[in-house]
C-alpha cells in the first residue's frame, strides 16, 4: 500500500452531480462526500451505474457532456475546482492532476504516435524538453513491461495491443509526477501475469513519488492490493467506507457483502465430444503472422457443437490472431480451418455468404464496436438484412426477437443510441448483431474484461441460456480464470503463439500443470491486501517497480 500522510489533498463535499435527459435533469450522485490525503490510494468499487466514473472525473473538476455539478464543493489542495477558472484547470490537468481512462482504443488520437501524446503535458507545461520526456516515457515503458520500450513509443495506437495501449496510457499519466492520478479500471484489458506487472510498478510509482490516486475497478482483489481505503457506491449513494483489511474481513452492509459473494454461477462441464463427431471448428497446424514475423506456430484444436473451448494466455499468446485466422481476416501460411469437417477458403473474401454468416464475433470493447451514429435497431438489422434478406416489417420483428433474446425490451431500446446504454446493454447488443446472421459458431474476444462482476455475470448466463437455446459453439478468448471456470468445457492455454496445453476444464485446473499454466493460476489476484506483495516475494522480485517477467 502506499504511504499514508495527514496533510489532505482532496476534499469533496455535498457533492451532487446531474444527468440530462430530454430535457429534464435526474440525479447521479446524491450528495457524496470523499477525502484524500497525500500519497494515499481510495478505491471506488460498486456495479455498473453506481457512479464510481462520474465521482473520479468530479475529483478533476470535470463533467461529462450532458452532466453537471448542482451542488457541493470539490477542492484539490485548497483550489475549489468547481469555481476555478477555465485557465486554471488547464495549468492543472495534465500536470498535477492526471486521468487513466479505462477505454484506451477510444482515448488516443489515432494519427499520432505513443511516444508524441506521451511528451505532449511535460513539455505543454514546462515540465520538461521534449528529448527528457522522450527519454523519460521510454523509461516508463520499461517500467511498465511494454515490449522493445526503446521503440514502441514510434508506433501508432492500432498498431499494438489494446494491453499494450492501456500500459502506454499509464505511462502518459505518469509523465508530469502529477499529485493526484484517477485510474478508471487501468488493468481491465491485461491478462493476469502482466495485470501483477502493471499493479506493482504503478503500485511502485505511487509510493516512490507520494502521489495519491482514486483506484476506480470492479475488480475486489485487484483495489485490496493497491487502495488504502475503500467506498462502495450503489446507485450513486456512499452504501460504507472502512479501511481496506476492515472492509475485505468485515463489511458492515447486505450489499457489499453480496459484491464480495458474486461469481457464484459455474456451468456444468459438459462430457468430451466422442471419436466420431465431427467439430464444427477444427483448426490444424495453423502457422501465420505478419509480414515475415510468425505469430502463431502450428496452433491446432477442435470445438465441437454446443461447447465452449476457452483460450487463455497474455497477451501477445497468439489469441486474437488465432480467432482472426478463424474468420479469414488473416490467411494462414500453413494449416487449414474446417467447419463442419469440410476446408474453409482462408481469406474470408473467398468465402460465400453462408460461410461467412456461420462464423461471428462479440468483442471486448463495446464502446468501440458499436457505430455511435447509428440506433440500436439499425445496428442489429443491418446484418439481418445482409445475411437473411429481411426488410421492412419483417426486419424489424426480426430485431424485436434478438432484442428480446438478449432480454432488452424492444420499444424501450430499438431507437436508442449507443451512448444511451450502459457497459452490460452495450455488450448484449453487441451479441444480438452476432447472434442475426443466426451463426453455428461465435468467437467471444474477452467480452466481460470491461464489466463489473455484477453485470459480467449476467451476460455469462445470458451466453450459457443462449449456448443451450441455439446449440451454439463458443471459442472463449479471456484472460480471466474465474470467467474460465464458469463457463467453458474445455481449455486451450497459449503462449509465445503456441499451444501449451490443452483439456477438459476440470483437469486443466487440477495439478500436474505446465509451468506456463502454473504461473497464470498463480497470477489469479485474491481477496489478500498481502497478496501481491508475497506472490512478488515468492518470485524474487526486491523492487516492485522491477517486473518479475525474466524470474517466472
Excluded at 43 to 68: H, N, P, Q, Y
Aim: net charge negative; proline share 5%.
Amino acid at each position: 500500500m502506499s504511504t499514508k500522510s495527514n496533510e489532505q489533498l482532496v476534499k469533496i463535499r455535498g457533492l451532487k452531480i446531474e444527468g440530462r435527459s430530454d430535457e429534464t435533469w435526474n440525479p447521479i450522485i446524491n450528495g457524496g462526500d470523499l477525502d484524500l490525503n497525500k500519497g494515499a490510494v481510495l478505491g471506488l468499487i460498486g456495479e455498473s451505474g453506481a457512479g464510481k466514473s462520474t465521482i473520479g472525473l468530479a475529483a478533476m473538476g470535470f463533467c461529462r457532456d450532458g452532466v453537471r455539478i448542482s451542488e457541493g464543493t470539490v477542492e484539490f489542495d485548497g483550489i475549489d475546482l468547481i469555481k476555478a477558472s477555465a485557465a486554471v484547470k488547464r495549468s492543472l490537468l495534465g500536470k498535477r492532476i492526471a486521468y487513466v481512462a479505462q477505454s484506451a482504443a477510444a482515448s488516443f488520437n489515432p494519427a499520432h504516435k505513443l511516444i508524441d501524446q506521451h511528451t505532449e503535458a511535460p513539455v505543454q507545461h514546462n515540465v520538461s524538453s521534449r528529448k527528457d520526456s522522450e527519454e523519460d516515457g521510454i523509461e516508463l515503458y520499461r517500467r511498465l513491461r511494454l515490449p522493445n520500450p526503446d521503440e514502441i513509443g514510434f508506433r501508432y495506437p492500432h498498431q499494438v495491443s489494446g494491453g499494450q495501449l492501456q500500459r502506454a496510457m499509464t505511462a502518459m499519466a505518469m509523465a508530469c509526477r502529477p499529485d493526484l492520478i484517477i485510474f478508471d479500471e487501468p488493468t481491465t484489458a491485461l491478462d493476469v501475469t502482466t495485470q501483477i506487472e502493471v499493479l506493482a510498478a504503478i503500485r511502485d510509482i505511487v509510493e516512490q513519488f507520494d502521489t495519491a490516486a482514486i483506484y476506480i475497478t470492479h475488480d475486489l482483489a485487484v483495489v485490496a492490493q493497491m487502495a488504502d481505503k475503500i467506498k462502495v457506491l450503489l446507485k450513486g449513494d456512499e452504501v460504507e467506507e472502512a479501511d481496506t483489511r476492515t472492509m475485505l474481513s468485515d463489511p458492515k452492509e447486505d450489499y457489499t457483502k453480496s459484491l464480495w459473494a458474486v461469481r457464484s454461477f459455474q456451468r456444468t462441464e459438459k462430457p468430451p465430444a466422442g471419436s466420431d463427431e465431427v467439430p464444427v471448428v477444427s483448426v490444424k497446424n495453423v502457422t501465420a503472422g505478419y509480414g515475415n514475423v510468425n505469430v502463431l506456430h502450428d496452433v491446432s484444436f477442435d470445438i465441437h457443437a454446443g461447447r465452449t473451448v476457452a483460450v487463455v494466455g497474455e497477451s501477445g499468446s497468439g489469441k486474437s490472431t488465432t480467432a482472426r485466422c478463424i474468420t479469414g481476416l488473416l490467411p494462414p501460411k500453413e494449416g487449414v480451418i474446417e467447419f463442419d469437417g469440410e476446408p474453409l477458403p482462408l481469406d474470408y473474401r473467398k468465402r460465400n455468404k453462408m460461410q461467412l454468416r456461420q462464423a461471428q464475433m462479440i468483442y471486448q470493447m463495446a464502446d468501440t464496436a458499436l457505430n455511435p451514429r447509428k440506433p440500436i435497431g439499425e445496428i442489429i438489422g443491418r446484418p439481418v438484412q445482409f445475411y437473411m434478406g429481411l426488410s421492412g416489417a419483417a426486419k424489424r420483428n426480426r430485431v424485436d426477437e434478438l432484442l428480446d433474446q438478449i432480454e432488452l425490451d424492444p420499444a424501450t431500446y430499438r431507437d436508442r443510441l449507443p451512448s444511451e446504454l450502459s457497459g452490460g446493454q452495450k455488450q448484449r447488443i453487441g451479441i444480438a448483431r452476432a447472434l442475426a446472421a443466426e451463426p453455428k459458431f461465435i468467437i467471444c474476444d474477452e467480452v466481460t474484461s470491461a464489466l463489473d462482476q455484477l453485470v459480467a455475470e449476467g451476460i455469462l448466463k445470458l451466453l450459457a441460456k443462449l449456448q443451450d437455446d441455439l446449440n451454439l459453439s463458443y471459442m472463449f478468448i479471456t484472460h480471466d480464470l474465474a470467467t474460465v471456470k464458469s463457463i467453458a468445457d474445455e481449455v486451450v492455454v497459449m503462449k509465445d503463439g503456441r499451444v501449451v496445453e490443452q483439456g477438459p476444464k476440470t483437469q486443466m485446473f487440477q495439478p500436474p500443470h505446465h509451468p506456463y499454466t502454473d504461473l497464470l493460476l498463480s497470477s489469479v489476484p485474491e481477496m489478500d491486501p498481502d497478496w501481491l506483495t508475497n506472490l512478488l516475494a515468492e518470485r524474487g522480485v526486491d523492487n516492485i517497480g522491477d517486473a518479475a517477467v525474466d524470474k517466472m
